[in-house]
Structures are given as structure tokens and as C-alpha cells.
């Protein structure tokens, strides 16, 4: 089963595998598992350290030290790691479920598209939800050290998941009292000792800690990420609101919509029978240590995380499209048909963008950026080889950093946060500093957004969730006193060189104002 959800998902990727790294990959990922392939450290030092734990960086790591350094080994080990994560839903359903049910979910999960652009990224979400479907497995089948085991696995994995053995430990010890009152839950009255098993991955978790805390003297990650993850997003409002674009996207998020409106109105309908008999549901007991599980990071992750990603949701999805799979079985007898249409829905969304502002990193828009960002500086270094370049990150890290894969030499930079109005009117007074600017769209720009006359909520974005306008190409060369001589565009993004000044001993591309080279 792993080969063939291996081999499948590294056919549907094979025009992924050889994209240059991709925002956070560039900006943390991959640099911090380089210098443990380099120098043998835990702690990176050629970027600040997040104290995110060191499972998948040394998974990285080997991997590269095994098959060379490059985005096709890269992409093909996370590949692995998707695979691996599928074939742990797979057991987890033909277990709690049956095997119907088992090869939906996971033919849904893997279309989906927040999974799918993940499967071949350098992220940590997409590992630590496999290493928790392997670890509600065991849970499931009462084996509660084995299940430790696996979750402490997952918290090496990434910090965050720890929630789910505490979301598990706080289930248990609430199914006495409310099995008393539910017999369905089919619980036995007294909490059983071996259930602090699920507290042991916290030691793990705690020694990474002692051990980051040893050699930076910070516990939780650079002060400035600690500052943008945690203390500036503890706002009642923003909790509410961030509240809510965290049930958006386990439950409605990229089409996701169609599966839980499907299973909802299935829930009015009686259950199905076979031989008189009526059709198995998930064990009531088992589905609410999903909910708990899923309740749990919905909850802590908008009270944390400056950048509300869907990503960061991929340990509980999964557990959603689970449920709902089964319902639909259970109670409609065209199942299967409705799960083909939820699966084309999520085909649609991998290559539609929603008419709302999103990260691009949840379907194949993160390839439009790549590739945006990848010719811009290709003609950039062609034309402007000595340049002094003017930008934002992530295109920073593209041009001083050859081993992303956008260019082949270091290009000297000037960063700036944004290319909002205000960036760029403080840009222009440094003219004298910077020969070139690369301008692009750091946020997608949807068509025609939705609440885009809703002021009340434009402002709560700019306030809690760093939204904010970047001025088109043409725009933003008025303002900096330049000419603008690239533009690319692709739907809802774009890119632009503006060229200051006459570059002495470059080769500078001449070209009529009227014709600009496009793609």
C-alpha cells in the first residue's frame, strides 16, 4: 500500500519535483536541515532558530546525504512522508471503519488541496499528521504506550503536536462521566491508569526545550518569531475572528464545503441496511476522540500563530473527511457517487483559486509564485549582474542564496517589508542605493474579493492578520523614479523589474516602454 500511494503521488507531482524551494522552505526549512547536513547541529545557525524539533530536518537531512543535495530528492522525501501519512489514515479507517470507507477517505484526503501542494513542500505539517494518524491507530486499538510512542514521534515532529495525546488524555478522562448518562459510548466507569501514557510525549518535548534553551537562551524560538506566533496574537477580537477562519477550514475551506454539506444532510437520513442489518457507524467513543482532537487545534491554534495557515490544520482534516466518508456510507446509497464529486471538487480548487484572499502554499498557485519569481531573477541576473537590488522576502533569500535554485551567483540586496505605498515613498528616498527593484505581489490579489467595501473588515486584517496592498509594477516605478522592464503576470499575482540607473559594466536591456517582455 505504500509504494502504490508512493508511486501515484509522485506521478501526479512530477512537474513539481524540480521547482526551486518556496517561501518558508527557502526562508527556514531547508537552510536549517543544510546545517545539519553540513555541521552536524541541531540548531541552525544560517538562520534564526524557530525551535521547531529536529525530526524531519534530519529526515531531510539524510535523505540528502544519501541522494544528494537538490528540490528533486528534497520533493521525492516529502513524497515519502505524504505516502507514509496516507497509508496511516488508511489503517486508522479500515480500522475504525471498514475498507470502503478506508480507500475514500484517503482518495479524498490526498486530492484535497491543501494536502496535495503540501505532499512535495519542506514543511513539518504534513509528517507530524501522519506520525498522529499512526498514533490515534494504536489509541484506538487500546495500546496506549505503543501510541506514546507515535505521538512523541509527532511532537519531534513539530511542537504543535502535542495536542493531540493532551486533547486524547482530556477525552479519557471525561468518558466516565458522560458514559453514565450515554450508553452508546460504551466506556468503562473508571479512568484507566494506563492513560497517562498519553502525557509522556510532553518529556521529549520538554528535553528539545531544555536542550534549544542550553545553546540560544531562548525556550521558544528568536524573540521575534515568539513575538509574531504568540504575544501579539493574545487578543479576545482576534482570537474570535481567527476562531473562525480556523472551523472554516476543517470543515469549508477550498471545497471542503461539499463534503460537510453532504454529510450534514446525510446525518437526517436513517441508516441503511445490509441483511436486515443496520450499516456499522464510527464507535461513538472513537468519534469523539476525533472531535476532541480536532476541538483542540482548532481552539489553541487561533489563540497562536501569526499566519492563520491551513496547513497547520492538516492533522485534523483528514479526521473530518473520515467521519463524513463514513456518514455518507452509512446513510446514502449513492456514496459513492457523491465521493467522486467531492474529489472533482477538490481537483477544481487545486488549479481554480478561490475568489477570496488565501495563501497561495494550499493549492498550485505556490507554482505560479515559483515560477514568477524564478524567470524575474533569471532575467535579472542576465541583464543586471552587478547590480544593488531593491526587494522583500522572500525574493531576498532567492537572490543571495544560489542553493534555493533561482540563481547562480549572490546578488547584493536592500530589503524593504513590503511594496505598500508607505515601503516604497521611504524606497524612494534611498534611490542612491539600490540600481535595480524587484517588486511583486506578496499577498494573492483575488479579482473581484469578497467584504472588499466591508471596511470594518479590511481593517481588522490590517490589524490582526498583517494585510496589506502591494502597488502594481507600474505603480510602484513612478514612485521609485524608475523604468519598468520586465512585467510577468499570472492570476491574482505578479512580478516587475524597475531599472533606477544606467549600470556600469552590466549588460542593461534596452527596450521600448510600450513593449515589455511578458509570459
Same mark, same amino acid.
Given at each position: ?55 524531519? !530536518? *534530519?529526515? @531531510? #537531512? =539524510? ?8 528540490? $528533486?530528492?528534497? +520533493?521525492?522525501?516529502? %513524497? ?82 502535542? !495536542? *493531540?495525546? @493532551? #486533547? =486524547? ?8 462521566? $458522560?458514559?453514565? +448518562?450515554?450508553?452508546? %459510548? ?82 437526517? !437520513?436513517?441508516? @441503511? ?17 476525533? %472531535? ?228
Amino acid at each position: 500500500m505504500f509504494l502504490l500511494f508512493f508511486a501515484v503521488l509522485w506521478a501526479l507531482h512530477v512537474p513539481l519535483l524540480r521547482l526551486p524551494y518556496f517561501w518558508d522552505e527557502a526562508g527556514y526549512y531547508v537552510p536549517a536541515a543544510r546545517d545539519l547536513l553540513l555541521h552536524g547541529t541541531l540548531i541552525p545557525h544560517s538562520t534564526p532558530s524557530n525551535a521547531h524539533p529536529f525530526l524531519v !530536518l *534530519a529526515y @531531510l #537531512a =539524510l535523505a540528502w546525504k544519501v541522494f544528494g543535495f537538490s528540490p $528533486l530528492v528534497t +520533493r521525492t522525501a516529502m %513524497l515519502a512522508a505524504a505516502a507514509f501519512s496516507l497509508l496511516g489514515l488508511f489503517r486508522l479507517a479500515q480500522r475504525v471503519a471498514n475498507t470502503e470507507v478506508a480507500i475514500a477517505s484517503v482518495l479524498c484526503t490526498a486530492l484535497y488541496p491543501v494536502f496535495f501542494a503540501q505532499s512535495s513542500l519542506a514543511h513539518l505539517d504534513l509528517a507530524t499528521a501522519g506520525l498522529t494518524f499512526w498514533g490515534l491507530l494504536v489509541y484506538v486499538e487500546k495500546r496506549p504506550w505503543t501510541a506514546a510512542v507515535w505521538f512523541s514521534l509527532a511532537v519531534m515532529a513539530k511542537e504543535t503536536a502535542i !495536542l *493531540a495525546p @493532551l #486533547a =486524547l488524555f482530556g477525552w479519557e478522562l471525561m468518558k466516565p462521566l $458522560l458514559s453514565k +448518562r450515554w450508553k452508546a %459510548l460504551n466506556s468503562s466507569p473508571l479512568f484507566e491508569s494506563k492513560s497517562f501514557a498519553l502525557l509522556l510525549p510532553a518529556i521529549p518535548l520538554a528535553l528539545w526545550y531544555a536542550f534549544h534553551y542550553a545553546h540560544t537562551g531562548f525556550v521558544f524560538g528568536n524573540p521575534e518569531f515568539f513575538r509574531y506566533n504568540v504575544s501579539a496574537t493574545v487578543q479576545p477580537l482576534r482570537i474570535l475572528l481567527a476562531l473562525g477562519l480556523r472551523l472554516w477550514q476543517v470543515v469549508g475551506y477550498l471545497n471542503l464545503s461539499f463534503l460537510t454539506v453532504a454529510g450534514l444532510l446525510a446525518m437526517l !437520513l436513517p441508516a @441503511l441496511r445490509d441483511n436486515g442489518e443496520e450499516r456499522k457507524r464510527i464507535a461513538v467513543d472513537v468519534q469523539f476522540s476525533f %472531535l476532541a482532537v480536532t476541538a483542540a487545534y482548532v481552539i489553541v491554534m487561533a489563540v497562536i500563530g501569526g499566519a492563520e495557515l491551513a496547513r497547520y490544520m492538516l492533522p485534523v482534516v483528514p479526521l473530518v473527511i473520515l467521519l463524513f466518508v463514513s456518514t455518507l456510507r452509512r446513510r446514502v446509497r449513492l456514496w459513492r457517487g457523491i465521493v467522486v464529486l467531492v474529489a472533482l471538487a477538490f481537483v477544481e480548487a487545486l488549479f481554480v483559486n478561490p475568489p477570496h484572499g488565501f495563501s497561495v502554499e494550499d493549492n498550485l498557485a505556490y507554482r505560479d509564485f515559483i515560477q514568477l519569481h524564478q524567470h524575474a531573477e533569471e532575467f535579472l541576473e542576465a541583464h543586471y549582474p552587478s547590480a544593488h537590488v531593491l526587494t522583500a522576502w522572500p525574493a531576498n533569500d532567492e537572490l543571495t542564496v544560489p542553493y534555493l535554485g533561482y540563481v547562480t551567483k549572490p546578488m547584493r540586496v536592500l530589503r524593504i517589508e513590503d511594496f505598500t505605498i508607505e515601503q516604497l515613498m521611504a524606497a524612494s528616498a534611498l534611490r542612491s542605493d539600490f540600481d535595480v527593484a524587484l517588486v511583486f505581489s506578496t499577498k494573492y490579489d483575488p479579482p473581484h474579493p469578497w467584504f472588499e467595501r466591508w471596511r470594518t473588515w479590511q481593517g481588522w486584517k490590517t490589524h490582526f492578520f498583517g494585510y496589506h496592498r502591494d502597488l502594481p509594477a507600474a505603480a510602484a516605478a513612478q514612485i521609485l523614479g524608475g523604468r519598468l522592464v520586465y512585467e510577468d503576470l499570472r492570476p491574482g499575482q505578479w512580478i516587475g523589474v524597475i531599472e533606477m540607473e544606467q549600470i556600469q559594466d552590466a549588460k542593461v536591456f534596452e527596450t521600448p516602454a510600450n513593449s515589455l517582455p511578458r509570459r
